[in-house]
């Protein structure tokens, strides 16, 4: 428990960790949140139509 105490959240800037990724001029991002890509994988992907998706919502399944 007392481990999560002392955990920050960084902004973007702050994000930017290490002189190769500085110099790359990229930054570290942070994974998917949950169903954060629904659309993208089962809409565009898998071709589901957003009446489906919006089904497969009210049932729980995505």
């Given at each position: 428990m007392g481990f999560f105490n002392n955990l920050t959240v960084l902004s973007q800037e702050q994000a930017t960790v290490?002189?190769?990724l500085e110099e790359c001029g990229q930054?570290?991002?942070f994974p998917p949140r949950f169903g954060e890509h629904n659309q993208r994988i089962y809409g565009d992907i898998l071709g589901h139509?957003?009446?489906t998706l919006s089904q497969f919502k009210e049932k729980g399944i995505i």
């Open positions: 290490g002189p190769f930054i570290l991002t139509a957003p009446v």
